[in-house]
């Protein structure tokens, strides 16, 4: 591991969210039942790979490749089949309803589709301090109050705090599912294609936030996204899944000017060229 992906001040990095194939650990899988086969369809075989304090991976590859399956497991909203799961060293694979309350407070997700992931029937102000009233948080001054802090740090005016998603737009939408998202203060966040259901003209827009975001409050992500250029303007390292395996990692320089898989030259072949007069890449 190179010393890019430490945490500064200690000896070695501490996982935050971790299959790794280790003594007591393993590579994570995930499947669902094949009725006419009667075996299981693997969405997500032996993926193993590590997310530092403060730091972005970027999880991408094509639709129906298990990245998502993936980012559900990390929160445990999908149960991995086998394998292990660790958050700051700590396995919480098989851990029960109330070990996981703790965990779930720092472990954050940013869902795709800004119109289906919030409740039509409640207001931003509700929707957002949603987390804080699950958790038991009272902050300093009141939920209302740091609920209008985050409507202001996402770009939406805090006078909006009774307002139905229904008076938003996409972008809006999901700017409102960032500060819900950022509430508790996590330690992670996984962002599942936060942008890839928005307008191109607003998903530099969500982009510029996520980043500013994480600079400020120092939260590691794990950005899950089909397309590579977003990715590169966003994470540190990349994680690139076909049929539900990793078939590289590596930081985001080298991947991007040396890959190594075939299936990343594939991807990378796809990317529109900007620059007029960049050489053109062999498309595959």
């Given amino acids: 591991m190179a010393d890019d992906f430490r945490s500064s001040g200690t000896a070695t990095p501490r996982r935050f969210s971790r299959s790794a194939a280790s003594r007591n650990t393993s590579p994570i899988k995930g499947g669902f039942p094949d009725q006419a086969h009667r075996r299981p369809l ?14 972005e991976l970027g999880l991408v590859g094509e639709s129906g490749c298990g990245k998502s399956t993936t980012g559900r497991q990390l929160t445990r909203l999908y149960e991995p089949t086998q394998g292990s799961i660790e958050y700051r060293g700590k ?5 029960n309803r109330r070990e996981l309350a703790p965990v779930r407070s720092e472990i954050q997700m940013i869902f795709q589709d800004p119109y289906a992931s919030l409740n039509p029937r409640q207001t931003v102000g509700t929707i957002i301090s949603g987390p804080m009233e699950i958790n ?20 939406l005016n805090p006078e909006h705090y009774n307002r139905f998603p229904h008076e938003f737009s996409g972008g809006q939408r999901q700017r409102i599912g960032v500060a819900r998202a950022v509430a508790l203060q996590p330690k ?59 078939v590289e990692i590596a930081d985001r320089d080298s991947l991007y000017n040396r890959p190594r898989h075939p299936y990343t030259h594939a991807l990378l072949s796809a990317v529109p060229e900007t620059d007029l007069d960049a050489e053109k890449r062999e498309r595959i």
């Fill in 91 to 95: 396995d919480i694979t098989r851990a």
């Fill in 42 to 55: 693997k969405a997500v075989d032996r993926v193993d790979f590590e997310v530092f304090p403060g730091r």
């Fill in 136 to 155: 038991g948080i009272n902050p300093p001054g009141g939920r209302e109050k740091r609920v209008r802090e985050l409507l202001e740090i996402v770009g």
């Fill in 188 to 246: 992670l966040i996984v962002a599942d294609e936060p942008v890839s259901a928005l307008d191109v003209s607003i998903q530099a827009q969500v982009v510029n936030l996520l980043q500013e975001v994480q600079r400020e409050m120092g939260i590691a992500f794990v950005f899950i996204a089909h397309d590579l250029a977003i990715v590169r303007h966003f994470s540190q390292r990349v994680a690139v899944m076909y049929l539900g395996k990793i």
